[in-house]
T-cell receptor, first 111, second 115 residues
Framework: GESVGLHLPTLSVQEGDNSIINCAYS??????FIWYKQESGKGPQFIID?????DKRQGQRVTVLLNKTVKHLSLQIAATQPGDSAVYFC??????????FGAGTTVTVRA | ETGVTQSPTHLIKTRGQQVTLRCSSQ?????VSWYQQALGQGPQFIFQ???????GRGNFPPRFSGLQFPNYSSELNVNALELDDSALYLC??????????????FGSGTRLTVV
């Protein structure tokens, strides 16, 4: 069945370093992927998305990589800042407007 | 442009009671989706409403029901509350027929505690 999961539940990173958050998905028919950031007491906030016809997409300080061969998705955050501390979710969509979320990775930025 | 607003922010109910949660969609969005997020988990899709009709449903029992109104706002109703219904309930609005990211915008959620 469908599942979207993250490799590691927690990630501790030094301020200024780059962060890499990984996600594995099992539905090869998925055609759209989104990364969300969720801070305490708030709803998920859109970070970046990528369609299945792309391998890489860049935003401001963030890059998403998609490897369809191994069904793997990653989010790279450059020069991690204290404000990046949050829970990060990957979500998958299969053209039906329903998002399937993984369990999340908690990122803690050390000063 | 206003975002998605949900009410109430927190709620405590007793097992067996009924609850209604409310969501106002972002301006220009005509679709509302509801998600349940248990502590430490990712959000789980409950259902989606488009043009006042249910447009898809996740693996939730019939005691979870909803409504969408002509102004695109929505309600989530849960009957016969169970302890496991304790969670953060998220509403997301979107405009699926434009944009390239489905434009999902989430509210801050309603924290429901069932005791």
């Amino acid at each position: 069945g469908e599942s979207v999961g993250l490799h590691l539940p927690t990630l501790s990173v030094q301020e200024g370093d780059n962060s890499i958050i990984n996600c594995a998905y099992s539905n090869s028919a998925s055609d759209y992927f989104i990364w969300y950031k969720q801070e305490s007491g708030k709803g998920p906030q859109f970070i970046i998305d990528i369609r299945s016809n792309m391998d890489k997409r860049q935003g401001q300080r963030v890059t998403v990589l998609l490897n369809k061969t191994v069904k793997h998705l990653s989010l790279q955050i450059a020069a991690t800042q204290p404000g990046d501390s949050a829970v990060y979710f990957c979500a998958e969509n299969n053209n039906d407007y329903k998002l399937s979320f993984g369990a999340g990775t908690t990122v803690t930025v050390r000063a | 442009e206003t975002g998605v607003t949900q009410s109430p922010t927190h709620l405590i109910k007793t097992r067996g009671q009924q609850v209604t949660l409310r969501c106002s969609s972002q301006s220009g969005h005509n679709t509302v989706s509801w998600y349940q997020q248990a502590l430490g988990q990712g959000p789980q899709f409950i259902f989606q409403y488009y043009r006042e009709e249910e447009n898809g449903r996740g693996n939730f029992p019939p005691r979870f029901s909803g409504l969408q109104f002509p102004n695109y706002s929505s309600e989530l109703n849960v009957n016969a509350l169970e302890l496991d219904d304790s969670a953060l309930y998220l509403c997301a609005s979107s405009q699926p027929d434009r944009g390239n990211n489905y434009g999902y915008t989430f509210g801050s959620g309603t924290r429901l505690t069932v005791v």
